[in-house]
């Protein structure tokens, strides 16, 4: 005896013959990836969900940048830094050092910066603000270098102003030898360096070949303004 197909009624009735419609096979299909999901659950609670990464790197990048500094630079005037403090975003500040060597900083008003070290200007912040704050914590960054320079006078090969390299200390046989070196008549253990501090002038006395020629010497850093003159040898 031939058994009949099974007839459905409603929207499901063209299921004949053994075989899906159209209409069966979505919804099988739609019903095995249903049944995919409610298996694989929501993604184990170690693995974090999806970073939105634009955002991420447009807040970084609305950041200044730093400049790599020598930890024996000395900020100078016309420098321009930019300064952090842990968990204060609002006394986030850039500022171009002034010439008396000043910044002016939210809190504490005037901070004097100009010659010292990047260690030494964090640490006179984060002294400052201790009136302000329970344990401020400074990051302090060189975002621009000043134009900064020295000039060499007397028995050099070229007598003139010069500028110092934006990214690392200058010592003063180096400045001599960006002036040229010594000229035959030179004396070169008689250098005398001028310098203006907020106290006045001070004057150096070096010995140039002793400098030269000892090991044990310690080189003599130049300071932005330096005047450098080298004598004349007496025949």
């Known amino acids: 005896m031939k058994i009949p197909a099974p007839q459905f009624i409603g929207p499901f ?3 004949t013959s053994g075989k899906f419609t159209w209409l069966h096979s979505t919804l099988f299909v739609l019903f095995l990836a249903k049944s995919a999901f409610a298996q ?14 634009a955002s991420a790197v447009a807040k970084q990048s609305s950041q200044p940048s730093g400049i790599a500094t020598p930890p024996s630079y ?8 930019h300064i952090r403090i842990f968990q204060e975003e609002e006394l986030e500040t850039s500022a171009r050092i002034a010439k008396n060597g000043t910044i002016p ?20 912040l984060e002294t400052s603000l201790r009136e302000y704050l329970t344990h401020p914590q400074v990051v ?6 000043a134009k900064r ?13 010069y500028d110092f ?9 180096e400045g001599i030898g960006m002036a040229g070196g010594y000229t035959r008549i030179a004396n070169s253990s008689k250098i005398t360096i001028k310098r203006l501090t907020p106290n006045g002038e001070q004057v150096f006395r070096l010995d ?18 330096d005047t450098v003159v080298i004598e004349e040898s007496l025949f």
């Open 208 to 225: 140039g070949k002793k400098m030269a020629r000892d090991q044990t010497v310690s080189p003599f850093p130049l300071a932005p303004g």
């Open 13 to 15: 009735r063209r299921f």
């Open 140 to 145: 302090i960054r060189i975002v621009e270098y």
């Open 74 to 81: 000395r900020l100078s005037p016309n420098d321009v830094i």
């Open 40 to 53: 694989s659950g929501p993604p184990p609670a170690g693995i974090p969900s999806a970073v939105p990464v």
């Open 165 to 173: 390299p934006d990214d690392s200390p200058l010592t003063l046989l």
């Open 105 to 124: 900083f939210p809190l504490i008003g005037t901070a004097i910066l100009g010659g010292h070290t990047v260690p030494e200007a964090t640490s006179i």
């Open 149 to 161: 320079k020295f000039t060499v006078l007397g028995q050099v090969s070229r007598p003139g102003t």
